[in-house]
């Protein structure tokens, strides 16, 4: 089963890469931004998140049972549903365009995205990611 984890590695690899090139092209002028300290504590809060995601501290009891088996239709559903999530968020990506930024701020010459995920979920982002962000197989 090493190419299920080869073809996740691969799905995210992708998702990262588009994220990072498409953050070069945001509008970079703002009407108004957060402090710094704010940044600050956003920062910290990222390095958190990811360490609980790397280190899995909260794998106890319960928590270490599977509820299904592992085979690969459960594999491939698995797949599925992480390609359907993060393709839903570059979806949302793509209909912010210049308009996305990594903090929250006021765009000069914003405006309310209200088409395409943004018509259907608030979050398109957040909700595209949580669904993609499955415990890899590995």
């Known amino acids: 089963m090493p190419s299920f984890n080869l073809i996740v590695i691969i799905g995210w690899g992708v998702f990262w890469g588009y ?17 710094s300290l704010s940044g600050r504590f956003y920062l910290i809060l990222l390095v958190l998140g990811y360490w609980v995601l790397i280190s899995d501290p909260a794998a106890f009891g319960p928590l270490l049972r599977r509820f299904l088996s592992d085979n690969v239709g459960v594999r ?5 549903i992480m390609f359907l999530g993060l393709g839903f968020a570059v979806w949302a990506r793509i209909h912010l365009g210049q308009y ?5 701020s006021i ?3 914003h405006k309310l995205i209200q088409a395409g995920p943004y018509k259907v979920v608030r979050h398109p982002i957040y909700s595209g990611y949580y669904l993609g962000s499955s415990e890899p197989p590995l």
């Open 107 to 109: 765009k000069a010459d």
């Open 19 to 35: 994220w990072l090139i498409s953050a070069l092209r945001t509008r970079s002028q703002t009407e108004r931004e957060k402090s």
């Open 76 to 80: 491939l559903i698995g797949i599925i």
């Open 100 to 104: 996305w930024s990594v903090r929250a």
